[in-house]
C-alpha cells in the first residue's frame, strides 16, 4: 500500500493570510495527484487536480508539485473563514484507485 | 450540481440486521464505482471497487460476505452491511470514476445500535 502523509493539524490561519497544506508521498512512480476539501459531516469534493510539476493556480488555489522530492502542496491566498474544512491530499495508484492521506484541518480565523 | 446521488442519507438499525445503501451515478454511465468508509476523525479508506457486470474487487482486509455489493446497471450500485454490529458504525462514501479523478457521493451516515 502506497503511503501519503499529511500533517493532521489543525492549522489556524487569519483571514486573509495565506493557508499551506503540504502532502509527502511513498510511490516515486506516482503522476496524479489531488486536492479534496471535506466540511464536517460532508462527504468530499474536489478542488485541484496536478499532473506536472511545477505550480498550478485556479482562483485563490495554488498546487504545487515536486516530484523530486515527493512532495505536493496545497496554496490558499486570501483564507476565508469558509475556507475552514478538512484538506485531504489524494495519490492515484494503478490505474483508477486513489489513496489518501489522513488530512489536515484548517481553520481560519475571523 | 451533483452527479453522484446516495440513499438514504443516514441510517440507524439495531444490531444484527442487514441495510443496503445505494449509489447513483446522476449524469454519466459509470462502469467503475467506489465503495469507501470513513470513521470520525479518520481518512477515506477504499473498501472496494464495484464493476458493472461482474464481481466486486475487494481491499485487504474487507469481508466479502459482509459487505455486499451489486453493481447491476451502469448507474447503480448497492453495498449491502449484512449482520451489521456497532464496530460497523461509520461514513459509507461512494463515487464514480470521471477520467483520471473520482466525484463522490454526498455520504451516507450507518449508526449500529
Known amino acids: 500500500q502506497k503511503e501519503v502523509e499529511q500533517n493532521s493539524g489543525p492549522l489556524s490561519v487569519p483571514e486573509g493570510a495565506i493557508a499551506s497544506l503540504n502532502c509527502t508521498y511513498s510511490d516515486r512512480g506516482s503522476q496524479s495527484f489531488f486536492w479534496y476539501r471535506q466540511y464536517s459531516g460532508k462527504s468530499p469534493e474536489l478542488i485541484m487536480f496536478?499532473?506536472?510539476?511545477g505550480d498550478k493556480e485556479d482562483g485563490r488555489f495554488t498546487a504545487q508539485l515536486n516530484k523530486a522530492s515527493q512532495y505536493v502542496s496545497l496554496l490558499i491566498r486570501d483564507s476565508q473563514p469558509s475556507d475552514s474544512a478538512t484538506y485531504l491530499c489524494a495519490v492515484k495508484e494503478g490505474a483508477q484507485k486513489l489513496v489518501f492521506g489522513q488530512g489536515t484541518r484548517l481553520t481560519i480565523n475571523p | 450540481g451533483a452527479v453522484v446521488s446516495q440513499h438514504p442519507s443516514w441510517v440507524i438499525c439495531k444490531s444484527g440486521t442487514s441495510v443496503k445503501i445505494e449509489c447513483r451515478s446522476l449524469?454519466?454511465?459509470?462502469?467503475?464505482m467506489f465503495w469507501y468508509r470513513q470513521f470520525p476523525k479518520q481518512s477515506l479508506m477504499l473498501m472496494a471497487t464495484s464493476n458493472e457486470g461482474s464481481k466486486a474487487t475487494y481491499e485487504q482486509g474487507v469481508e466479502k460476505d459482509k459487505f455486499l455489493i451489486n453493481h447491476a446497471s451502469l448507474t447503480l450500485s448497492t453495498l449491502t452491511v449484512t449482520s451489521a454490529h456497532p464496530e460497523d458504525s461509520s461514513f459509507y462514501i461512494c463515487s464514480r470514476k470521471n477520467t483520471d479523478t473520482q466525484y463522490f457521493g454526498p455520504g451516507t451516515r450507518l449508526t449500529v445500535l
Open positions: 449524469d454519466f454511465q459509470a462502469t467503475t
Open positions: 496536478i499532473y506536472s510539476n
